[in-house]
């Protein structure tokens, strides 16, 4: 012991920091290893945790889900009409992003865009109208992911909407999505003002026709390809799609000039999508959201199949917990706001798009996205450590999404509850941040993460099946 | 000296790294720091290097050449006839790429070319008729750079060819490039069959007239704000032009279907445009080429204006030289060859596509571009590291093109030959291979150096010219 403090000390600190702290300013030399004890401490969870881990049948699940996954086709196959092609979509029934949430409940632009679809579909004449129909009870609310879709912010999807068709042609199941609008004063941010109707109404009557004839020309895309190839062009295909978008508009273009769409429509389109470098966003979501279903459903696997947000609570489903949503209050975004807005302007964390993020792309294939900094903060080299950082979450690497800034590895997928439980680490998100009014629009950008409850509840859920199930 | 000799040495090697490989064997410590004599320490060059260095008339003459290279603007505005558009182009004149060189000496690639281009004006009936007129002195050839052109590989531009045209809107001069004609036996490879001159007689009759009326609806193209858009989306712009491409297609769409052209002549120029990711090369060159004669012709100027190769020599022009080359060998491209071939079938350096690395882009900013080293080998490290080198002969960085994977830091741009020849350090470039034979196509690409012998040369002209003015 006394040979001990008469050489020079070199020390190792795991976690708390302070300790690290006081041994730097007395002048030591001290290495700090980031160190949290699992499920932060919380003695019930890190007994249920335990029951999860080495288990070779969830092993063995995870493993086929995360197969599923990854060898999972997703195919754009058409544009169809929502009330026509979503399963279980009812006559009088309106689609919103995220877990489940009743009218009053939801937040402004949620409330918006649900008055602006009411209001498309004609069910009422004026906003009041909308409301009284809405709050009535008359209209059916419900998640776009209980349908095999998805929606970017407000997620409102309603009958008559047209929506994209993407198939996985490995394993058959069908994912949908609606169209995006641009940017601006748009629906999917609670406007519903007549430009707002009237441009939905466009959407449906020119850019979807004429796109489903594109696409049947075309005879089907293939997503995985052309989002693997935008990830080598700097875009992550979450809030990045302009090489996306891009490559889109170039595949589909030579199709649309075959079909009989008469040319001031063909034109009209391309301005359109050629006008707004998001529009691959719903593509992406729809092929992500096609992956991960196809990974849904595996007893026992605790691979996560979708996160969500509805601008009130966060939720998450996981492949083996069956339908079930774990839900807890959706965090704000502390991002880069446009001129004039503040964080208080802000709604909390809103729609179906962090399925990007759960199929290994979006914040996840940062490093594949050094400009998106731009956007949503931070340096090159943050976009590269966030990457990194999620391969410790994760099953797996999707050998389909290579990342070139990492040396071609494959992009970190298949978020494991247990390994964010285990670590405390949470899934990064790139998002949009909506106002929390509904109909201002887009305010900003950035980084969040999916709050730890969520994945602290599936684990719970897990071991309590397993318990049962023993 | 003794006390030295009873310490533990730490050993600094500058230069020849033999002396810290012994130190290393024996045990010992050795950093070694790379270094090599300036003008590979002749003697001669070392004395004319010295006359130039430090001069406040080179320096600012420098400022100026690189501010002129720094606030062009190229703007694409049309499409031509070469023989009516081009300077100085005469009746019976035809283009190539590179430094001047006679018929008996170009490269196969080059002659099968002229051969094509000769069977494509009409002016003889076959190939050994077009040989003849070849060799026979009636058919004037001159080098594209002569002309304010540029051409990739062979580079050739006959009369009746149409060709983009770009001006400088800051400075007023003009650039002009042939049409990229896609992969595979094409014209400028040397290839000179049927179907080559057929897709060139395309070329000149449908994509030509087509492109013309949509850049004329357009009304002007900014290129250096779409390239700089590109290096953001993982091109460099001269290798890999895929996302510069689409963004060109993106922008000339809508346009196109403003225009009267029959829509069956749009949807073949979309196919054939979409179907080719180097498409925008051309464009991207005759872009560098507006601005880096904005910087020529500055007396004094030591920064080098164009880069170009014809197969057998290599030649640079500096600005402060005048119309004046100076030429070597140009070497064989050791690269990444398709699968069976070797740099035994590669023909020597071939083309004008170096103005973009002498425009700051290519491979100086390659750290753009980690995916590219799928084509040009190496890996994303080498890629950063290149564009690091050059940072070390150039004037200045391009805050216009910017690299997001070095925090987005500008490109190196402006190649000061003083400094090519003080350090030892040869700009890279990155390049297609051709195959020695007409006609074969490209069979790899790689990573090329442009020759010391030439930079040596023009620092001797520039000292010359330096002490007959004194």
């Not at 918006?112 to 498309?120: R, T």
């Not at 407000?154 to 929506?163: L, R």
């Not at 950035?446 to 994945?455: E, V, Y």
Request: charged share 15%; aromatic share 6%.
């Amino acid at each position: 012991m006394q040979a001990l403090f008469q050489e020079k000390l070199q020390v190792l600190n795991v976690g708390l920091s302070s300790f690290a702290e006081s041994v730097a300013r007395a002048g030591g030399t001290v290495l700090q290893v980031e160190w949290a004890p699992p499920a932060q401490g919380h003695q019930t969870v890190c007994r249920e945790l335990a029951q999860l881990v080495n288990l070779p049948a969830i092993e063995a699940a995870n493993r086929k889900a995360f197969d599923a996954y990854l060898t999972a086709q997703p195919i754009l196959r058409g544009i169809g009409v929502a009330g026509k092609v979503l399963p279980k979509m009812a006559e009088r029934m309106i689609l919103h992003g995220g877990p489940p949430i009743a009218w009053e409940n939801m937040c402004g632009p949620m409330q918006g865009a649900i008055i602006g679809a009411i209001l498309y579909e004609g069910w009422a004449k004026d906003i009041p109208g909308a409301c009284a129909l809405a709050s009535g009870g008359e209209i059916l609310f419900e998640p776009c992911h209980h349908h095999a879709a998805v929606g970017p912010m407000a997620g409102v999807i309603s009958p008559s909407m047209p929506v994209w068709m993407v198939v996985d042609a490995a394993h058959g199941n069908q994912a949908f999505s609606n169209f995006n609008e641009g940017s601006g004063r748009v629906l999917r941010f609670g406007a519903n003002s007549p430009d707002v109707i009237d441009r939905l109404k466009w959407i449906g009557q020119v850019l979807g026709p004429t796109l489903r004839a594109g696409v049947e020309t075309l005879g089907g895309l293939d997503l995985k390809t052309l989002m693997a190839q935008a990830l080598h062009m700097g875009d992550e295909v979450h809030n990045r799609n302009v090489a996306a978008s891009s490559l889109f508009l170039k595949r589909l273009i030579p199709a649309l000039l075959r079909t009989t769409t008469p040319s001031a429509d063909i034109a009209a389109v391309v301005d359109f999508i050629a006008g707004n470098d998001h529009f691959f966003l719903n593509l992406s979501m729809t092929a992500c959201k096609a992956m991960l279903d196809a990974a849904h459903g595996v007893p026992g696997s605790s691979m996560v199949t979708a996160m969500a947000r509805n601008g009130v609570e966060f939720g998450i489903r996981v492949s083996g917990a069956g339908d079930q949503w774990f839900t807890t209050r959706a965090p704000v975004v502390d991002g880069l706001f446009f001129p004039g807005y503040t964080t208080a302007d802000a709604a909390p964390d809103l729609g179906d798009s962090a399925i990007t993020e759960t199929a290994g792309v979006g914040g996840f294939a940062m490093a594949a996205s050094p400009a998106i900094v731009k956007f949503v903060g931070g340096t090159p080299q943050d976009a590269i450590d966030n990457t990194t950082a999620m391969t410790h979450i994760t099953l797996g690497r999707n050998g389909a999404f290579t990342l070139p800034s990492m040396n071609f590895a494959g992009s970190p997928a298949g978020i494991d509850v247990r390994k964010v439980v285990d670590t405390g680490i949470q899934p990064i998100i790139n998002t949009g941040i909506a106002h929390r009014k509904a109909g201002v629009g887009q305010i900003g950008a950035g980084i969040t993460r999916a709050p730890l409850a969520c994945f602290t509840q599936a684990v719970s859920a897990l071991a309590s099946a397993m318990r049962s199930s023993q």
